[in-house]
């Protein structure tokens, strides 16, 4: 059973950096790609970020390119979301997830992140 | 970027009855496209990929439709566990991108 527990959320200043952690379990997390796509207060799904297996070829969101940078560790089964710069309307629950299918399939529970002066 | 908008915004049902949603692209996405089931403290769930296909355990009164920039999910016979919130996705072009959301509440 695939599980993804993500982690690093939290109450961050205006301008501030965080990093997300995603772990997986019950998957082959060196051979899956990983997105992240949050869901801020009272709106809808937004993608943010994927990052290929193999290649570890990058995409972003207009939104966060130049700010957040995926990155992966498959021997420790870890995806991680590096956050700088970090506005209010970055304000949401960042989840992960795995690429089965060409579209993010298994999903965590999220990580809440509040950027807040 | 690739724009989806679904309709209705949200859509009144009984249990037991149909429930069509609506998503439209600005151009084309072929068949890149996706369904998700959001419940309030849940992982939003995948339902249906690239249009028309469901995804592992999936009950069969989740079927969707469509290519081009005209998709449709249908819900053939609304369970008390499927009022939520729906959301297209596409995977045509890069960045991915989601539609607005249609909420499925009880009538």
């Known amino acids: 059973q695939v599980q993804l527990v993500e982690s690093g959320g939290g109450v961050v200043q205006p301008g501030g950096s965080l990093r997300l952690s995603c772990v997986g379990s019950g998957l082959t997390f060196s051979t899956d790609g990983m997105h992240w796509v949050r869901q801020a207060p009272g709106k809808g799904l937004d993608w943010v970020a994927f990052?290929?297996?193999?290649?570890?070829?990058?995409y972003y969101a207009d939104s966060v390119r130049g700010r957040f940078t995926i990155s992966r560790d498959n021997s420790r089964n870890t995806l991680y979301l590096q956050m700088n710069s970090l506005r209010a309307e970055d304000t949401a629950m960042y989840y992960c997830?795995?690429?089965?299918?060409?579209?993010?399939?298994?999903w965590g529970q999220g990580t809440l992140v509040t950027v807040s002066s | 970027e690739i724009v989806l908008t679904q309709s209705p915004a949200t859509l009144s049902v009984s249990p037991g009855e149909r429930a069509t949603l609506s998503c439209r692209a600005s151009q084309s996405v072929s068949s890149y496209l996706g369904w998700y089931q959001l419940k309030p403290g849940q992982a939003p769930r995948l339902l249906i990929y690239d249009a028309s296909n469901r995804a592992s355990g999936i009950p069969a009164r989740f079927s969707g439709s469509g290519s081009g920039t005209d998709f449709t999910l249908t819900i053939s016979s609304l369970e008390p566990e499927d009022f939520a919130v729906y959301y297209c996705q596409q995977r045509s072009k890069w960045p991915l991108t989601f539609g607005g959301g249609t909420k499925v509440e009880i009538k």
């Open positions: 990052i290929r297996y193999g290649t570890n070829n990058q």
């Open positions: 997830a795995n690429n089965v299918y060409d579209f993010p399939t298994n």
